[in-house]
């Protein structure tokens, strides 16, 4: 929802699911773990009405303690917090869960899929980032497959039903291979709201790539 036109976000949410989306996916940011400011758990609140689809918040923020609970609240059925700010993960992690949630963990770009490791027994999806977060409409880094491909390793020898999820650059162009590589969700913004013939055509346009 990043990509989406701000003024209108219960028009845009019901627009994509109209238009085949399975999940609706709330990029949200703090200013401080990245230089952007988004949705607050009252903007999901009043969207979660509007559409019978999944919802999952990212929390790019430094204090995913504190945040992750009024996003289960407002009715996310996934929250995503990053390794990078969770000193104590397993014990974060467990509180989404707690709480009501599917729980899972983002890893940036340079962190290491070694990180996740010891965690793999209580998580329900995993999100590789293909950008550096903090601004939509940024160019897919195609380095990072091998990273996903890694995670896929991990899933399947953990023998548990996890997803495994990309996020940044998503595209027609990109969606194959990032699939290729183990990802089985995709998360487009810009390749979606910025399509030239809507969110419907994108869509069907990304669908037919994988």
């Known amino acids: 929802m990043l990509a989406a036109d701000a003024s209108r976000l219960g028009s845009e949410c ?20 990245v230089p952007n400011l988004t949705f607050g758990p009252d903007v999901v609140a009043a969207c979660r009405p509007l559409v019978d689809l999944h919802f999952e918040a990212h929390l790019m923020v430094v204090k995913p303690d504190e945040l992750a609970p009024l996003y289960v609240e407002a009715g996310c059925d996934t929250v995503l917090i990053h390794a990078e700010t969770c000193p104590h993960l397993h014990r974060s992690l467990a509180a989404i869960a707690e709480a009501g949630a599917r729980c899972g963990v983002v890893l940036n770009p340079h962190t290491p899929a070694s990180s996740i490791s010891e965690v793999m027994t209580m998580i329900d999806e995993v999100l590789v980032m293909t950008v550096n977060p903090g601004f939509g409409g940024q160019r897919y880094i195609a380095a990072v497959e091998s990273k996903i491909a890694t995670v896929r390793h991990m899933i399947d020898d953990s023998g548990r039903s996890i997803d495994l999820e990309v996020d940044g650059g998503i595209s027609a162009a990109t969606a194959g291979a990032a699939v290729t590589a183990g990802a089985n969700v995709l998360v487009a913004g810009s390749a979606v709201f910025g399509h030239r013939e809507g969110p419907t055509a994108a869509i069907k346009e990304l669908s037919n790539s994988v």
Do not use: E
């Open 14 to 33: 019901r627009t994509v699911a109209a238009a085949g989306a399975h999940r609706i996916h709330w990029d949200v940011m703090d200013g401080v773990f």
